[in-house]
């Protein structure tokens, strides 16, 4: 069973950057998409970025196109999320997600393993 373990967040003036962490344990991450999704107090969880298993497509959000980078490093079971140009509306907790599927990667329901989640919060 691979368990998805994030680090990485914190606390981040606005305008800041915070790079994510996402370790596969138990396990690999084998050919499963990967990807960043976020929920806010009250809001439901939303897509951020995803990654396909070799790296080479990619998915955002529009809301965080040009300030956020997703990358992959296999040979560490690590994936990141590269966050730049922070605004106080990125504060959320951040979950990573893994699957197999080839399609809806913006979709929550298509991933099998999730994380626990680490908290982002951004100053104004």
């Known amino acids: 069973q691979v368990q998805l373990v994030e680090s990485g967040g914190g606390l981040v003036q606005a305008g800041g950057s915070l790079r994510l962490s996402c370790a596969a344990s138990?396990?690999?991450?084998?050919?499963?998409?990967v990807a960043w999704f976020r929920q806010a107090p009250g809001k439901e969880r939303a897509f951020v970025a995803a990654?396909?298993?070799?790296?080479?497509?990619?998915l955002y959000a529009d809301s965080v196109k040009g300030r956020f980078t997703i990358s992959r490093d296999n040979a560490k079971n690590t994936v990141y999320l590269q966050m730049n140009s922070l605004k106080p509306e990125d504060t959320a907790i951040y979950y990573c997600?893994?699957?197999?599927?080839?399609?809806?990667?913006?979709?929550?329901?298509?991933?099998?393993?999730w994380g626990q989640g680490t908290q982002v919060t951004v100053s104004s």
């Open positions: 997600a893994a699957g197999l599927s080839d399609y809806s990667w913006s979709v929550p329901a298509v991933y099998d393993y």
């Open positions: 138990g396990g690999t991450f084998g050919r499963n998409v």
């Open positions: 990654i396909s298993w070799g790296g080479g497509m990619t």
